[in-house]
């Protein structure tokens, strides 16, 4: 899969860009603040169908930008022989004679509309439509933040195969919304506790699809991040070993937890308390581990994520790398390169172009952020 054009309007700090794109390495240079993130972020939201680093969806439309406030993302891409476009709109609300509704973060509240071929589709039916594998400088994350990060990364990756896995989280999510109201009415005296049957069993119905895939995607990204680490070894050549394991949070059944949720008042057994652990050489790599490592350790998933994508459908992912050579070590950057060049298009940015361990001819494409505009470097 590859993209071959993408537009952007009053997507953060881009007012206008219409840019065509081929096959292969293409790099794009530019200061701090250029652009360069917004531009990588806006790429993957056609495949994730959200953003990974605004709290609102507000936030994503441009700043400076004068009415109407609508932001607009459109990738043409060629999957599979064939060619798709994904747009992805959001529109400010208007709140009457104070103009636009906002949050208390300053960000207006959006509207969002998703097309597929023109065609208008729920998130759920348009995700993978694209498909795409993001590492920024924030996925030390996948390593060192809270649980609902590494849930997320199997959640993605296996959204942009099966359609039906984010609908099975929204439906356990209704339904855990549901049995945390109902244990808290309980709580209160103002439901019965013979009305947590309906739940457990809708609840546990819902959480087995979902534990079931990522069970298998997690084992399956395990051995093909533990072999892209090894391919990444240290500087040192030492051989460390990378392995993900996925538990699940089904050690008790709803009915063996209900007393500790009819006293917390909240469900503590399920999906939305899955771990996945992230280990070098037997220890936890968030505690253990050097920013180095754990940034080796954080590509190799990513570089995984993108072979479990290209296995499971003949088609690899659009690779987008934002600054990711900036803090590796020499000899890593060098077999990152190598481990990308395989890749069908690969799209990466840098503040300098110094440390990207790329010839200018292995090159499909060179550009350059200045004042707001991408020019083609020569």
Same mark, same amino acid.
């Given at each position: 899969?590859?993209?071959? +054009?993408?537009?952007?309007?009053?997507?953060?700090?881009?007012? $206008?860009?219409?840019? /065509?794109?081929?096959?292969?390495?293409?790099?794009?240079?530019?200061?701090?603040? %250029?652009?360069?993130?917004?531009?990588?972020?806006?790429?993957? !939201?056609?495949?994730?169908?959200?953003?990974?680093?605004? $709290?609102?969806?507000?936030?994503?439309? +441009?700043?400076?930008?004068? $009415?109407?406030?609508? !932001?607009?993302?459109?990738?043409?891409?060629? *999957?599979?022989?064939?060619?798709?476009?994904?747009?992805?709109?959001?529109?400010?609300?208007?709140?009457?004679?104070?103009?636009?509704?906002?949050?208390?973060?300053?960000?207006?509240?959006?509207?969002?509309?998703?097309? =597929?071929?023109?065609?208008? *589709?729920?998130?759920?039916?348009?995700?993978?439509?694209? +498909?795409?594998?993001?590492?920024?400088?924030?996925?030390?994350? #996948?390593?060192?933040?809270?649980?609902?990060?590494?849930?997320?990364?199997?959640?993605?990756?296996?959204?942009?195969?099966?359609?039906?896995?984010?609908?099975?989280?929204?439906?356990?999510?209704?339904?855990?919304?549901?049995?945390?109201?109902?244990?808290?009415?309980?709580?209160?005296? *103002? %439901?019965?506790?013979?009305?947590?049957?309906?739940?457990?069993? #809708?609840?546990?119905?819902?959480?087995?699809?979902?534990? &079931?895939?990522?069970?298998?995607?997690?084992?399956?990204?395990?051995?093909?991040?533990? %072999?892209?680490?090894?391919?990444?070894?240290?500087?040192?050549?030492?051989?460390?070993? &990378?392995?993900?394991?996925?538990?699940?949070?089904?050690?008790?059944?709803?009915?063996?937890?209900?007393?500790?949720?009819?006293?917390?008042?909240?469900?503590?057994?399920?999906?939305?308390? /899955?771990?996945?652990?992230?280990?070098?050489?037997?220890?936890?790599?968030?505690?253990?581990?050097?920013?180095?490592?754990?940034?080796? %350790?954080?590509?190799? !998933?990513?570089?995984?994520?993108?072979?479990? &994508? @290209?296995?499971?459908?003949?088609?690899?992912?659009?690779?987008?790398?934002? /600054?990711?050579?900036?803090?590796?070590?020499?000899?890593?950057?060098?077999?990152?390169?190598? @481990?990308?060049?395989? =890749?069908?298009?690969?799209? !990466?940015?840098?503040?300098?172009?110094?440390?990207?361990?790329?010839?200018?001819?292995?090159?499909?494409?060179?550009?350059?952020?200045? /004042?707001? *505009?991408?020019?083609?470097?020569?």
């Amino acid at each position: 899969m590859h993209l071959t +054009r993408l537009q952007l309007s009053d997507f953060r700090s881009w007012s $206008q860009l219409d840019l /065509d794109l081929s096959p292969g390495i293409t790099l794009i240079s530019g200061a701090n603040a %250029a652009g360069k993130s917004n531009l990588i972020e806006a790429i993957y !939201m056609l495949a994730s169908l959200r953003s990974t680093r605004a $709290q609102t969806e507000g936030e994503l439309i +441009r700043w400076q930008a004068d $009415q109407p406030q609508v !932001m607009r993302i459109a990738g043409m891409a060629v *999957r599979d022989s064939e060619s798709v476009e994904v747009e992805v709109s959001l529109a400010a609300r208007v709140g009457g004679a104070a103009g636009s509704a906002r949050q208390r973060s300053g960000a207006p509240l959006a509207n969002k509309r998703i097309r =597929v071929n023109g065609v208008a *589709r729920r998130a759920s039916d348009a995700l993978g439509a694209i +498909r795409a594998v993001q590492f920024t400088t924030f996925d030390l994350d #996948l390593l060192t933040g809270p649980s609902a990060v590494r849930r997320r990364y199997l959640d993605v990756v296996i959204g942009q195969l099966q359609r039906s896995h984010a609908a099975n989280l929204s439906r356990y999510q209704r339904a855990l919304t549901q049995r945390n109201a109902l244990l808290k009415r309980i709580a209160e005296r *103002r %439901a019965g506790e013979s009305e947590l049957e309906h739940w457990d069993d #809708l609840l546990q119905a819902s959480a087995e699809p979902i534990w &079931l895939a990522r069970a298998e995607a997690a084992a399956a990204l395990s051995e093909l991040a533990a %072999a892209r680490h090894l391919a990444l070894r240290s500087p040192d050549g030492s051989l460390e070993r &990378l392995t993900l394991t996925y538990s699940p949070a089904d050690s008790q059944t709803l009915r063996e937890s209900r007393r500790r949720d009819l006293g917390r008042g909240s469900t503590t057994v399920g999906p939305h308390r /899955d771990e996945l652990f992230i280990d070098l050489d037997g220890k936890p790599a968030a505690n253990f581990a050097s920013r180095a490592q754990q940034r080796a %350790a954080a590509l190799s !998933m990513r570089l995984a994520e993108a072979d479990f &994508l @290209a296995a499971e459908s003949d088609d690899s992912p659009i690779l987008l790398l934002d /600054d990711v050579f900036s803090e590796l070590d020499p000899p890593r950057r060098e077999r990152t390169a190598e @481990a990308v060049s395989a =890749v069908e298009q690969v799209i !990466m940015t840098t503040a300098d172009p110094d440390v990207v361990p790329f010839e200018p001819s292995a090159l499909t494409a060179s550009f350059a952020i200045v /004042d707001g *505009r991408m020019l083609l470097r020569a």
